[in-house]
């Protein structure tokens, strides 16, 4: 299946990548404006922060990092106030559209779904005491909010905001079957003294780890230096995705990884090298098959 391509728009309003941007998608009713907390003032001053929408807001406290996601028909005002009761965020992510165009019920869907998904992702804890109800909309205004998410979840990311990535990939199976995986390469990590037999496929731009496949159940390597790969091993192990048994630890459900030492580090608890690591079926590591790929590619 062939992804159209789409053009994002950035505008860095300060001048650099840090500071204050605003992000637009061709073709796409929605804006989004990143206010860093120091430019708070500034960025509440937008004209866009008076109008009804949904926001982010995202920082860290003493227990690691927090989210609140929030609805509200005036951003500025709002925002204003979080800002004297809540000290432990630093960015404040602003949605809306251009000409106001949502109204209570489509920001109250929208921040229903976003809790939703928040949750589901399980990257960081949401400060939101309760889940949202939502609101009614009929038929066609729930296509176009749908649609809207579609979008803003393309566009998140783009501007560093991973709240809502999961890798989690189709759902949970009979781990002594596994479950099917799309269409790729297929790699396979072994190491037979700790008990570790993984299996994978790279598809789609991704390391999709298959359900079933034996892992480390807990991180043993280095939290302090060389890698982050332990966050993502300790968020996958707290979202239940790594199942305890007699014989070793197993991944309950597929996994996609950014690359192929992100993948090798949290299946193995440790820093690694996934360019060695993985192996074909034929034996072939993953950077002799890449460079078996290239030298084809350079040569056709």
Known sequence: ???????????????????????????????????????????????????????????????????????????????????????????????????????????????????????????????????????????????????????????????????????????EVDLDQGTPLPEGQEFILRVPKHGIEARAILANQEMIVQAGSRIRENWVGDRKHNTHYWKIHDTIKQGGLIIASDDGAVLAQPFAFSSPSAAAAVITGRAANGRTAWKTPTGQSYAEWEEERLSKGLSS
């Open 1 to 171: 299946m062939t992804t159209e391509g789409r053009s994002l728009e950035l505008y860095f309003v300060d001048g650099h990548p840090d500071g204050m941007l605003t992000a637009e998608v061709f073709n796409w009713t929605g804006h989004v404006l990143r206010i860093p907390r120091t430019r708070l003032a500034e960025g509440l001053a937008r004209p866009e922060a008076r109008q009804t929408g949904v926001y982010l807001l995202l920082g860290e406290d003493s227990s690691g990092e927090l989210a609140y996601i929030g609805e509200t028909e005036d951003m500025a005002q709002r925002l204003s106030q979080h800002a004297r009761e809540r000290d432990w965020w630093d960015e404040a992510v602003l949605i809306t559209t251009y000409g106001d165009a949502l109204h209570k019920a489509h920001v109250k869907y929208l921040e229903s779904n976003l809790v939703n998904a928040a949750l589901g992702a399980g990257n960081r804890r949401l400060e939101n005491g309760n889940k949202p109800a939502g609101a009614s909309l009929n038929e066609a205004a729930t296509a176009n909010m749908e649609s809207f998410l579609e979008t803003l979840h393309m566009v998140l990311p783009a501007i560093k905001v991973d709240l809502f990535r999961s890798g989690r990939r189709g759902s």
